[in-house]
């Protein structure tokens, strides 16, 4: 049952988003940074750890443009999403050395195939010391490769299928950014250093090289290294039968072509289409980019977070735009100073929240703040990915609701992706659309929306027994003298909240975090445990997690602030037999008792 320290969870998974932190001190030394957990860790979660197949990549692309010595870089898919990442180097390094920090391009050669698949690769370059930029990059807006298309390009580039793109003239000039959308407009090292010669740079181009020709046909390289997975009609297709399940316009359990036919005229709200659904490559990327869709449309305003948030929402929103405002309770009290401000003219570009929150579980008063927002004329931005929308309903409160498809929509724990929704009620769906349609980019890979759509295909039958047995494993430990708080919102003082946001059939969700009387008794609870350990949430499997421990390592106190014990455990329970979780459950139990006596 229990998977070796630093192998990928699920195990045996080439593209596992978890990994394998079985014991408290194995937890507490990944966040020290030790050796003996970092030198065994084969993967992690794809935001805060760089995949080997992209570091591999990185080496590659630095062997070829930069300094293998002393350079590293960040990949991304296009030249927006590495814009981006570039304006945010140049407002972190001194403008002396701004020149250090340059974008890169590579394009498939004139051997792809018209109407294959095939990826562009854009990258920021940059000196190795500025590597923790970099990193705040790629785990915050979401944007980065995924390993699927790290492998591709990788492959694509040693086969001359990829290539740089150069020009005589420089395309791009950087600018260093001032606050706002105008911006954008114009993990320790991703990799380490590798040996090889140092090839003069290049900027973008707009005429490219040419690979050497060996010969081999593209449909050849495709078959032969990737197989079916790689059809560009088949990813078109997986795409929009997952946008018409996240819309709700498909509700049936059905293979691909019967969902490209099955559709009903209702869906979450009336009126909506899988139209108003766009989707990205991770629910970071989904938020980050519905953050930036909101600056373009409204212009440079602070947004308000409100609720306690998983951490990279609340940094987004800090370290992109003029900031935010933060209400880390998420209380009646917080909405009471919150109109309090707006009454005193403050004014705001959005609020963005979660339903329930995570790690606490707490619902919102979404109804207050749909209320306040008609009022004084700010935009609603709902994370769901907790809950998800079979269960609640949250996307009438909402102008925006963004979810981690990742989670439990896809449950495998092997893919990653996100979408956004579009509410065709909401005060902004109009202008929202347009910045939309001009701004969005469907960077989402095609490999990993195949295997998305087939993960997603029994989502509907998994939620009702995750929801059951959830119900019944939360309710086994709330009854127990043992734990000290059980957070769930069945139990939560802001029931009432999530109840009026339940869908007719939905459930209570499958998580919840539990709080022990002492440090030694949640570590006893941990260990003890005989499931899966590592982060993230909504798998087939029951997984756990220390997630203050994790989420907030460094801010410990400022997380207690809020409610958010350092020693909290986090459960999501996944597809196994109620009798049996309950046995693994009473096990850990009795190791509490023992380490209490």
């Not at 195939?113 to 190795?128: F, K, R």
């Not at 953050?291 to 947004?303: N, Y």
């Not at 931005?381 to 909402?398: G, M, P, Q």
């Not at 139990?491 to 869908?503: A, G, K, Q």
């Amino acid at each position: 049952m229990l998977q070796a320290l630093g192998g990928p969870v699920p195990p045996n998974t080439d593209h596992a988003v978890s990994f394998s932190l079985p014991t408290w001190r194995s937890n507490i030394g990944y966040e020290e940074g030790e050796e003996w957990v970092l030198g065994k860790m084969q993967c992690g979660y794809p935001r805060f750890f760089v995949h080997p197949i992209i570091q591999n990549l990185v080496r590659e692309v630095v062997q070829r443009v930069g300094n293998p010595e002393k350079d590293t870089a960040t990949l991304f898919v296009s030249l927006k999403t590495a814009r981006i990442c570039h304006a945010f180097f140049m407002s972190k390094i001194p403008q002396e050395r701004s020149q250090e920090v340059r974008i890169i391009s590579f394009v498939p050669s004139p051997r792809t195939e018209a109407g294959s698949v095939s990826s562009p690769l854009v990258g920021v370059i940059y000196p190795q010391e500025f590597a923790s930029i970099g990193k705040e990059v790629w785990q915050h807006s979401g944007n980065g490769i995924s390993s699927r298309r790290g492998e591709f390009c990788l492959r694509a580039l040693q086969d001359g299928f990829l290539v740089e793109e150069k020009s005589s003239a420089t395309d791009f000039t950087p600018q260093r950014p001032c606050k706002g959308p105008r911006r954008y407009q114009g993990r320790g090292s991703l990799s380490g250093p590798s040996k090889g010669s140092t090839p003069a740079p290049s900027s973008l181009a707009s005429t490219a090289t040419s690979g050497v020709d060996d010969g081999r046909d593209y449909a050849q390289f495709i078959e032969e290294r990737f197989g079916r997975n790689l059809s560009a009609q088949h990813a078109d297709q997986a795409k929009v039968a997952i946008r018409r399940r996240i819309s709700g316009v498909l509700t049936t359990n059905v293979e691909l072509p019967e969902a490209l036919e099955t559709a009903s005229s209702e869906g979450r709200v009336d009126d909506i289409s899988e139209d108003d659904v766009l989707l990205y490559p991770s629910g970071m990327s989904a938020i980050f980019n519905a953050h930036q869709t909101l600056l373009t449309a409204r212009g440079a305003l602070k947004s308000v977070c409100f609720g306690f948030p998983y951490t990279d929402t609340f940094k987004i929103l800090q370290k992109w735009g003029p900031g935010c405002l933060f209400y880390g309770h998420g209380s009646s009290e917080d909405l009471d100073d919150l109109e309090k401000r707006l009454q005193n003219g403050e004014r705001f570009l959005g609020l963005f929240t979660e339903a329930p929150g995570n790690p606490l579980l707490k619902t919102p008063d979404l109804a207050r703040i749909r209320g306040l927002a008609d009022k004084y004329d700010f935009a609603v931005v709902v994370d769901e990915t907790i809950s998800n929308f079979l269960n609640i309903n949250v996307l009438r409160y909402a102008d925006i609701v963004a979810s981690s498809l990742t989670k439990v929509f896809s449950g495998d724990s092997n893919v990653m992706g996100g979408s956004v929704i579009l509410n065709p009620h909401g005060q902004y769906y109009p202008k929202l659309k347009e910045t939309y349609t001009q701004e969005y980019e469907d960077i989402y890979w095609a490999e990993d929306a195949v295997f998305l759509e087939r993960n997603s295909r029994d989502f509907m039958s998994r939620i009702g027994k995750i929801n059951a047995t959830s119900e019944e494993i939360a309710g086994m430990l709330n009854d127990s003298p043992l734990i000290k708080d059980v957070h769930y919102p069945k139990f939560s003082p802001t029931r009432p909240l999530y109840d009026s946001l339940r869908n007719p059939d939905g459930g209570y969700g499958g998580l919840f975090s539990v709080t022990f009387y002492s440090d030694a008794e949640a570590i006893a609870f941990y260990d003890t445990l005989e499931v899966l350990k590592g982060p993230s949430l909504g798998t087939n499997f029951t997984l756990c997690s220390p997630y203050v421990l994790l989420a907030h390592y460094g801010e410990l106190d400022w997380a207690k602030s809020f409610n958010a014990d350092p020693s909290l455990v986090r459960i999501s329970v996944g597809l196994e037999e109620v009798a049996d979780l309950r046995s693994r459950f009473q096990r850990a139990l009795d190791a509490v008792e023992k380490a209490r006596a």
